[in-house]
C-alpha cells in the first residue's frame, strides 16, 4: 500500500506532466492566433474553410467602424475558430497552473508568471522549461530524503 508522501509524489508528478503538455498545446495555440492577427489587422485577410472559393483560403476583409464586411457567408471562420480554441486551451492552461502552484506550495507570483505564459508569445515555452525544472529538482530531492 503507497504511503501519503508516495501519493502525494505520483500526484505532483501527473500534475506537472500536465503542465507541461498544456504549456506546449497553449503556447502553440497562441502563435496561431498572433498568426490570424496579423492576416486579419495587418493584411486584411481572414482564415476561411470550407466557404465558396475553395477547402481553406484567405479572404479579403474590410473594416467599416469595427465590423467585418466581404466575408463569404458560407464555411466557417478559421480566425474565429482559432480564437475560440484558444481560449478553451488556456482555461486547461490555468488549471493546470493551479494544479502545480497548490501542489507545489509556490508562491502566488509564480502562479502568475505561468499564467502570463497562455497570453504572451513563447511565454510559456520559458515558463514551462523553467518551472518543470523547479518542480523535478524538488521532487528528486523529496525522494532522496525518503
Known sequence: MPTAQQTQTAAKRSALKFFQITSYITGFALLSVMITWGLRRLI???????????LVTLEPVVYIDDVATGLPTTGLNLTVAILIVHGWLYVAYLFADFRIWTLFRWNFLR??????????????????????????????????KN
Open 44 to 54: 486584411g485577410l481572414e482564415l476561411w474553410a470550407f466557404g465558396p472559393n475553395g
Open 111 to 144: 502562479f502568475l508568471i505561468i499564467a502570463a505564459g497562455g497570453v504572451v508569445p513563447f511565454l510559456s515555452f520559458v515558463t514551462e522549461r523553467r518551472y518543470s525544472k523547479l518542480a523535478l529538482v524538488e521532487l528528486d530531492s523529496t525522494e532522496v
